[in-house]
């Protein structure tokens, strides 16, 4: 159940894994969708990213009844469009989504990190700024390095590297 006053980290997969959202225009779609849908929907988004078959989401609503809608426009549209890109009306694009509540401080920020590190793990860059799909850019421009190191230092994520996403 949705609790209003709670942090939760989404993880949103395409149908059978299949990569979507290879091209840098398809992940571009859903971070200007997301950033619309985020400010209609007044959700605090604090970290984000875009991977080939997912994404993954940490985010605070105040109305967390609101959340399918959410998840209906932006994956509606972005289906939509994907599919007139290829000619192909009423495919499948996406799976489904699943919310974890976050239990406390620690948990918040380990998922603060796996979320940014998730293109590492996936093996699809070596160093997390060359991944420009992801809200690590924002807080490298905004906070430092320093800052986010510190955070990764303080808040490790080697236990969640492991293993499936979803």
């Known amino acids: 159940m949705w609790r209003d006053d709670t942090w939760y980290i989404i993880t949103a997969s395409t149908y059978q894994r299949a990569p ?42 105040d109305n967390g009844y609101s959340l399918p809608r959410f998840f209906q426009r932006l994956h509606g549209s972005t289906s939509f469009i994907f599919n007139g890109w290829e000619g192909k009306r009423g495919r499948k694009v996406w799976y489904n989504y699943w919310d ?6 620690h948990d918040f920020w380990t998922r603060f990190n796996y979320i940014h590190n998730n293109p590492i793990k996936h093996g699809y860059v070596n160093n997390l700024s060359d991944w420009p799909y992801s809200s690590y850019h924002y807080y490298l421009r905004t906070q430092g390095e320093e800052w986010l190191a510190d955070v990764l230092r303080t808040y490790p994520v080697l236990d969640y590297l492991e293993g499936d996403d979803f």
């Open 20 to 61: 979507y959202l290879v091209s840098d225009q398809a992940k571009i779609l859903v971070r200007d969708k997301l950033k619309e849908l985020i400010q209609a929907f007044k959700i605090r988004l604090k970290a984000w990213v875009i991977l080939n078959n997912h994404y993954h989401l940490l985010l605070k609503t």
């Open 100 to 105: 974890t509540c976050i239990r406390d401080k």
